[in-house]
T-cell receptor
Framework: NAGVMQNPRHLVRRRGQEARLRCSPM?????VYWYRQLPEEGLKFMVYLQKENIIDESGMPKERFSAEFPKEGPSILRIQQVVRGDSAAYFC???????????FGSGTRLTVV | GQQLNQSPQSMFIQEGEDVSMNCTSSSIFNTWLWYKQDPGEGPVLLIALYKAGELTSNGRLTAQFGITRKDSFLNISASIPSDVGIYFCAGQYNNNDMRFGAGTRLTVKP
């Protein structure tokens, strides 16, 4: 897990605020994936990005959620106007794109109060 | 998308016992992977399988890629307390499309 850096580890937001989750992939990895994990549940795919491109966002809610992976800097998962149901652990993973599985970060635990 | 059915959902075993869990899918995969998640951490890759019928071991862990490419199992022999955690299967069809099972929560009683 040490290679993929996510911050913050814990984030508390009030309903209606914005949450910004950051992910720096492992060195040399240009593919980033975001997953959401609700308590006592598995990992649900949200979005897959390469540098400056969204490749697959089929798991992203249509409203309030967006993701980017700019040419420079970390990937950002942004949740606008958060609601209590957004409370979850959000995991980022990266890969070099050669299909050998992903390396996950330690996650950001979002709590909406 | 592809749906993975992982079972059992949870297991409570005594230290020293063997453990078996499996995953089935309605679709075929080119790669099966098994991850372990410790509390408060992200999943860590345990074993990756790349060919139908492949049997791979990693210490006390053994996993197999089913012949039909629609299933996989993971065995843990002689369980120890640090085996506690959530085990996830994952199937990958192409290089960048990986889906996870719901997880097997393992509790090991000393």
């Amino acid at each position: 897990n040490a290679g993929v850096m996510q911050n913050p580890r814990h984030l508390v937001r009030r309903r209606g605020q914005e949450a910004r989750l950051r992910c720096s992939p492992m060195k040399g990895h240009s593919h980033v994936y975001w997953y959401r994990q609700l308590p006592e549940e598995g990992l649900k795919f949200m979005v897959y990005l390469q540098k400056e491109n969204i490749i697959d966002e089929s798991g992203m809610p249509k409203e309030r959620f967006s993701a980017e992976f700019p040419k420079e800097g970390p990937s950002i998962l942004r949740i606008q106007q958060v609601v209590r149901g957004d409370s979850a652990a959000y995991f980022c993973a990266s890969s070099p794109g050669d299909g050998i599985g992903y390396t996950f970060g330690s996650g950001t635990r979002l709590t909406v109060v | 998308g592809q749906q993975l059915n992982q079972s059992p959902q949870s297991m409570f075993i005594q230290e020293g016992e063997d453990v078996s869990m499996n995953c089935t899918s309605s679709s075929i995969f080119n790669t099966w992977l098994w991850y372990k998640q410790d509390p408060g951490e992200g999943p860590v890759l345990l074993i990756a399988l790349y060919k139908a019928g492949e049997l791979t071991s990693n210490g006390r862990l053994t996993a197999q890629f089913g012949i039909t490419r629609k299933d996989s199992f993971l065995n843990i022999s002689a369980s120890i307390p640090s085996d506690v955690g959530i085990y996830f299967c994952a199937g990958q069809y192409n290089n960048n499309d990986m889906r996870f099972g719901a997880g097997t929560r393992l509790t090991v009683k000393p």
